[in-house]
């Protein structure tokens, strides 16, 4: 079975913080995805990537950026955390579909 | 651009009762898969069924079947004999393509059910 690991279920930060969230897959995926998921909004891809040092923005990428320098693994990085990043934050990978989802990060910015 | 939606927010069914989800897409593409995701109270979101565009017949996975409707671009859920267990948020979502875009999905809002014992 596809292993999604995310490093943290639940996470607290402050205001202007960087913040790390970390996501690897054991499958050998090319492609990586990280959506947050609020009520009511479903799920919003933030950022995806085909292919190592390969990154394309999705639909919310205003204040994240990412990093995927090795191929199972694939960051998000906040870079000056805010109220309004308080969020669950979903990671998947794959190759070609279906998606293989990660446990979530409940990540709240105080 | 795809959108996908689910138009019930909340829904609720007695146990071993049958239960409909509904979801509906928008898309101008003529490949592509849909799928219904399950996400489970505090746990991890997994693939329920999935159906290929081109596939006429319905999917079915033992007590999950889907309704295609191409021309009305619907694609509902059937749960059948319903399962506490069955209590999640499921999410439909539509890909595009068959070897393109990285398998990039676009998801609807959700529906959570609840199965009432």
């Known amino acids: 079975d596809v292993k999604v690991t995310q490093s943290s279920r639940y996470l607290v930060k402050r205001t202007g913080e960087k913040v790390f969230l970390e996501c690897v897959q054991d499958?050998?995926?090319?492609?990586m995805f990280w959506y947050r998921q609020d009520p009511g909004l479903g799920l919003r891809l933030i950022y995806f990537?085909?292919?190592?040092?390969?990154?394309e923005k999705g639909d919310i990428p205003e204040g994240y950026s990412v990093s995927r320098e090795k191929k199972e693994r694939f960051s998000l990085i906040l870079e000056s955390a805010s109220t309004n990043q308080t969020s669950m934050y979903l990671c998947?990978?794959?190759?070609?579909?279906?998606?293989?989802f990660g446990d979530g990060t409940r990540l709240s910015i105080l | 651009a795809q959108t996908v939606t689910q138009s019930q927010p909340e829904m609720s069914v007695q146990e071993a009762e049958t239960v409909t989800l509904s979801c509906t897409y928008d898309?101008?593409?003529?490949?592509?898969?849909l799928f219904w995701y399950k996400q489970p109270p505090s746990r991890q979101m997994i693939l329920v069924i999935r159906?290929?565009?081109?596939?006429?017949q319905n999917a079915t996975e033992n007590r999950f079947s889907v309704n295609f409707q191409k021309a009305a671009k619907s694609f509902s859920l059937k749960i059948s004999d319903s399962q506490l267990g069955d209590t999640a948020m499921y999410f439909c979502?539509?890909?595009?393509?068959?070897?393109?875009?990285?398998?990039?999905?676009?998801f609807g809002d959700g529906t959570t059910l609840t199965v009432k014992p």
């Open positions: 499958m050998d995926h090319e492609n």
């Open positions: 990537s085909y292919d190592v040092k390969m990154k």
């Open positions: 979502a539509f890909m595009k393509g068959i070897n393109t875009n990285a398998g990039k999905s676009t």
């Open positions: 159906q290929e565009a081109y596939k006429q």
């Open positions: 998947a990978s794959s190759f070609r579909q279906p998606q293989h």
């Open positions: 898309t101008s593409e003529n490949n592509y898969y």
